[in-house]
């Protein structure tokens, strides 16, 4: 199993995101370990859909209660993709382990970690239904903080975590948040 895969069953075990039969959507899916603990977590009763740039392997898109759509989230059609995959259901649980390609250079970088949680926090609010709960990677850096504030507008509990699993020395953390306002 994948190191990513141990740091979404941490925080699950820490903070009890994941449910049996939940509708999870997993943003940034590739290579897949969310998708597959996300899967295992919600049950055969549960729906899984993934959403990356990036393919999955074919074995883990033949896995039922699981879809998967190779997509830009920046695609200006994302939200109808998204709502004909779920039969226009909103979701329980929004996760997102995306990463933006980096340049070795820490402000462009940053600058690119900061606006794909912007854009992964727009698809939150619109996709999350009431009471629901978002896992989201942010890089460390000055535009965390505007980060955290705008899920505390959206949520009653909101988290910045580190898993276990993650590397001692990397700038990755996870805003947990819990029990979507709308």
Same mark, same amino acid.
């Given at each position: ?9 941490? #925080? ?15 943003? +940034?899916?590739?290579? @897949? ?9 919600? %049950?055969? *009763? +549960?729906?899984? /859909? %993934?959403? =990356?740039?990036?393919?999955?392997? *074919? ?6 209660? /699981? ?14 993709? #998204? ?8 979701? =329980? ?10 340049? @070795?250079?820490?402000?462009? =970088?940053?600058?690119?970690?900061? *606006? ?14 009431? @009471? @629901? ?7 460390? +850096?000055?535009?965390?903080? *505007? ?36």
């Amino acid at each position: 199993m994948a190191r990513s895969a141990y740091k979404l069953i941490d #925080i699950n075990r820490r903070f009890k995101i994941l449910a049996k039969k939940d509708l999870v959507l997993d943003l +940034g899916a590739a290579p @897949g370990s969310w998708l597959q603990v996300a899967r295992k977590m919600a %049950g055969s *009763e +549960g729906f899984i /859909l %993934g959403i =990356d740039i990036e393919p999955v392997s *074919e074995k883990l898109v033949k896995t039922p209660n /699981l879809a998967f759509i190779q997509k830009d989230i920046y695609d200006a059609d994302l939200f109808d993709v #998204i709502k004909r995959a779920a039969s226009a259901r909103k979701f =329980d649980v929004v996760l997102s382990d995306a990463a933006p390609n980096t340049t @070795g250079q820490k402000d462009i =970088d940053e600058w690119r970690s900061h *606006e794909l949680s912007l854009r992964v926090f727009d698809v939150v609010k619109n996709e999350t239904k009431k @009471g @629901g709960h978002a896992v989201v990677k942010v890089f460390e +850096g000055p535009d965390t903080p *505007e980060i955290i504030k705008l899920a505390k507008e959206s949520f009653k509990e909101v988290h910045l975590v580190k898993p276990e699993a993650s590397t001692k020395n990397s700038k990755e953390a996870y805003i947990v948040a819990k029990n979507y306002r709308k």
